[in-house]
């Protein structure tokens, strides 16, 4: 008999809260770590590489197990994988917070992104069986995804104010009572898991992919450092190449592979994945140099940044909302080009921004390339999901949150290379090559959904 101050009762709405907790704080830490950049600088006497390897840290781990770990909890049992992801993601967020070195906050990070790929597909999981019926699930995908996009939108204000009372390592406290609050009610709410399915893992294609994405990181983000020329970085660029090759090789002829190669065949999937690369390079490696204009250029305190960040908090829960209603009067495909177009005059504004500007000349900017991006994530999942068999549903949305996931990565990786050096004249021809490559690559990206629009119309 469970004890009386503990009553276990099955409860939708619960799980709901339970999921959207798991996946509030994964976002969170996506966004709010970016304010802190500069009081770490400080902190570990570090320059824009280690900085660089502490955002990515996370990110890397997280692209690089999502796919794995839903098939674990296929295996386990979404909830039981849930619960784990929970208590490493929190133990680990106070490894953070206690860190007396980079090399160890950095460890701790990726302990972190190890949580946020257990949590994310099995909290979907957990969602999928507590709604039955197909509107209920939609609307609760609906609430899941609105609730996460808040803690996105709202992590720099909130970091920046956690910063300034507690300094950096209040970010990190910040996971702790969600993350015990979360474990409370998975615990509580959550249906115990059925008798998993009988899916095999690919391992050696996890492996191959780990050791991909990490020589790729470590590649780009120490040619800064040590030059591209050295023969470690182009060492470990050699082995990056190998790596892929090697998971292309196993993907092709497992039985049961993490990414299958086949879903590239359909078009739509094809384009959402690289539209998918493409919108998370762009705006997660503005995110970065704009954290280290606000705070290093412009000598704002870590609360003003958080505020600087404002005009694209506030767009981007209504952009979201926006999405879901513009995609059924204007189709996905119009809807991509637009906010693609939308996100890439946003990034080409930046272009004559300087320094002693005033910052309207870079809030309207910020602006138009938020509202674009938003316009863009919902309809993106939704293209993937109606471009597939819905047994394969799961697999396909797994990989693409892998591409937006890698994207944002390389996004930081690059755009960092090209902000390296911080003074003045060099940092600000680099944050101009910055948005110059992400609004090209993304006005590129739109014009492919654009001439698809076309070949729609012929083939009509």
Not at 189 to 208: C, F, K, M
Not at 292 to 314: C, D, K, N, R, Y
């Amino acid at each position: 008999m469970r004890p009386s101050h503990f009553s276990f009762t099955p409860s939708p709405r619960g799980t709901l809260v339970a999921a959207a907790l798991g996946f509030v704080v994964v976002l969170l830490d996506v966004s709010v770590v970016n304010v802190a950049l500069d009081a770490l600088r400080h902190e570990f006497d570090t320059d824009v590489a280690g900085l660089q390897w502490v955002v990515n840290a996370y990110t890397l781990t997280f692209a690089a197990l999502l796919l794995t770990s839903g098939a674990l909890g296929d295996r386990v049992g979404a909830r039981r994988i849930f619960l784990c992801g929970f208590l490493l993601f929190t133990l680990a967020s106070a490894a953070c917070g206690l860190a007396t070195s980079l090399a160890l906050l950095t460890v701790a990070r990726a302990l972190q992104g190890i949580g946020a790929s257990l949590l994310v597909p099995n909290s979907l999981s957990m969602l999928q069986r507590a709604f039955p019926d197909k509107l209920q699930r939609s609307r609760a995908v609906g609430w899941w995804g609105g609730i996460a996009s808040l803690a996105l939108a709202a992590g720099p204000v909130l970091g920046g104010l956690l910063v300034a009372q507690w300094g950096w390592r209040g970010i990190f406290a910040i996971n702790l009572p969600i993350g015990v609050l979360g474990i409370w009610l998975t615990l509580k709410y959550v249906a115990a898991d059925q008798p998993g399915r009988a899916r095999s893992l690919d391992w050696p294609g996890q492996g191959t992919a780990i050791l991909a994405l990490t020589a790729l990181t470590t590649g780009l983000m120490e040619g800064g450092r040590l030059g591209w020329t050295s023969a470690w970085v182009q060492g470990v660029l050699l082995v990056c190449g190998m790596a892929v090759a090697a998971f292309l090789c196993i993907e092709t002829r497992s039985r049961s592979p993490m990414l299958p190669l086949t879903l590239f065949r359909v078009p739509a999937f094809a384009m959402t994945s690289v539209s998918g690369v493409v919108v998370n390079f762009a705006y997660y490696g503005l995110i970065f140099v704009f954290s280290l204009f606000f705070q290093i250029e412009q000598g704002m305190s870590p609360a003003q940044a958080g505020m600087a960040f404002l005009p694209m908090t506030v767009v981007l829960m209504g952009a979201n909302l926006a999405a879901s209603r513009l995609i059924t009067r204007m189709g996905a495909s119009r809807l991509m080009v637009l906010g693609l177009s939308i996100a890439a005059s946003g990034y080409l504004m930046l272009l004559p921004v300087r320094t002693d500007g005033a910052y309207v000349w870079l809030a309207l900017p910020m602006l138009l390339a938020a509202t674009g991006t938003a316009l863009t994530v919902p309809t993106m999942t939704n293209v993937t999901l109606s471009s597939v068999d819905p047994a394969r549903a799961g697999v396909a949305s797994g990989v693409l949150n892998s591409a937006r996931q890698i994207g944002g990565l390389l996004g930081v990786a690059v755009c960092g290379y090209l902000v390296r050096d911080t003074a003045p004249a060099a940092f600000m021809t680099g944050m101009h090559l910055s948005a110059g490559i992400g609004g090209l690559l993304t006005l590129v990206t739109g014009c492919l959904w654009w001439m698809g629009l076309g070949a729609e119309k012929c083939a009509a």
